[in-house]
């Protein structure tokens, strides 16, 4: 298993790796990958016991509120639906999410199920441009990462970076 930087992701695209995105379907819905195989390594936590509603809430009021992200938990169907929409294992593969520690995860559950090559973005889809990836809507897929108040608030490097672009084209 090795890293591969997002500028390499073309080039690795272009010799026929797959791209396996292991976001949530949620991140994914706000900047999916042209041509990418979506299979979510965790899932939205919806368990409606006490425990469960206190997990939430308590994500909800910290992280969640800034990020616009829900607690999850593992999907247990993650390896079954990889062999469903992969099923061989000498498919070249990069795997990524968007920071890079659950794509990393995944890398390790593939490589124990037998995968022969696998690799992980570095860095994840925060550490590429739009000039790395295709998105389905055309828009940076930095984006995917971006929900609650920094997005409301335009706080977010992606943002910044749009708005100084836009002020240097007037």
Avoid at 76 to 101: H, I, N, Y
Wanted: contains cysteine.
């Amino acid at each position: 298993m090795k890293d591969v930087d997002a500028r390499e992701w073309r080039a690795l695209e272009a010799k026929g790796w797959v791209l396996l995105d292991v976001r949530p379907k949620e991140e994914v819905a706000r900047a999916a990958v042209k041509n990418s195989i979506n299979v979510p390594l965790f899932m939205v936590d919806d368990d409606p016991s006490l425990a469960g509603r206190l997990k939430q809430l308590t994500a909800a009021a910290t992280i969640g509120l800034w990020s616009g992200d829900a607690h999850t938990k593992m999907n247990p169907a993650f390896m079954s639906d990889v062999l469903a929409k992969l099923p061989d294992k000498s498919t070249p593969l990069v795997v990524a999410c968007q920071k890079g520690r659950r794509s990393l995860m995944a890398c390790e559950q593939l490589v124990r199920a037998g995968y022969t090559q696998v690799s992980w973005l570095l860095g994840g889809f925060d550490a590429a441009t739009k000039e790395d990836m295709d998105t389905v809507s055309g828009v940076d897929i930095r984006y995917g990462g971006i929900g609650g108040l920094s997005a409301m608030l335009g706080m977010t490097e992606v943002q910044e970076e749009e708005r100084a672009r836009e002020r240097t084209m007037q």
